[in-house]
T-cell receptor, first 113, second 114 residues
Framework: DVKVTQSSRYLVKRTGEKVFLECVQD?????MFWYRQDPGLGLRLIYF???????EKGDIPEGYSVSREKKERFSLILESASTNQTSMYLC????????????FGSGTRLTVV | KNQVEQSPQSLIILEGKNCTLQ??????????LRWYKQDTGRGPVSLTI?????NTKSNGRYTATLDADTKQSSLHITASQLSDSASYIC?????????????FGTGTQLKVEL
């Protein structure tokens, strides 16, 4: 089974801190994604990457950046955390091909105080 | 604007009963539609995926249907169990070139009680 591992289940950070969320997948997928999930809003795409060192903005990239130095690892960076970035963050990876087999990590619940 | 709407927002049923969750979408062009189950505090897990040419897909007690003409899908759960308590999310994938930007519904929160 494909595994997508997010390094932290829960994080509490202070306003203004730089925050790193790490995601690793073990199936050599080209495509990786970062979403945030908020009640009543569904999942919203922050950034995605279709190859090493490649990245594209999703629907809500403001306040975030990403890094993909190795194929298996995709990092989400909050340059200066703010309270409105308190959320559940989900990483996903995808096969290429018709069925677009997305696999999600277990999520990181980030609280910014 | 691409949208996915799910109903009901929440649902409570007794163990052993069946239920049906609805999903209507406006995504066009359309590539495929997925149903995910998300347990509280966990990431979504795929239940079914259907392309526009498929009408039904089963995964154990879960059966999804798709009507691409009316842009409607449903997820039917048979003989519910307590472990079915979760949020069920409908996700639509656009046809290329928008292929990496999924549109997510906000989910139906299902609670199965004794």
């Amino acid at each position: 089974d494909v595994k997508v591992t997010q390094s932290s289940r829960y994080l509490v950070k202070r306003t203004g801190e730089k925050v790193f969320l790490e995601c690793v997948q073990d199936m050599d997928h080209e495509n990786m994604f970062w979403y945030r999930q908020d009640p009543g809003l569904g999942l919203r795409l922050i950034y995605f990457s279709y190859d090493v060192k490649m990245k594209e903005k999703g629907d809500i990239p403001e306040g975030y950046s990403v890094s993909r130095e190795k194929k298996e690892r995709f990092s989400l960076i909050l340059e200066s955390a703010s309270t409105n970035q308190t959320s559940m963050y989900l990483c996903a990876s995808r096969t290429t091909g018709v069925d677009y087999g997305y696999t999600f990590g277990s999520g990181t619940r980030l609280t910014v105080v | 604007k691409n949208q996915v709407e799910q109903s009901p927002q929440s649902l409570i049923i007794l163990e052993g009963k069946n239920c049906t969750l609805q999903c209507n979408y406006t995504v066009s062009p359309f590539s495929n539609l997925r149903w995910y189950k998300q347990d509280t505090g966990r990431g979504p897990v795929s239940l079914t995926i259907m392309t526009f040419s498929e009408n039904t897909k089963s995964n154990g007690r879960y059966t999804a249907t798709l009507d691409a003409d009316t842009k409607q899908s449903s997820l039917h759960i048979t003989a519910s169990q307590l472990s079915d308590s979760a949020s069920y999310i409908c996700v639509v994938s656009p046809g290329i070139p928008g292929g990496n930007k999924l549109t997510f519904g906000t989910g139906t929160q299902l609670k199965v009680e004794l």
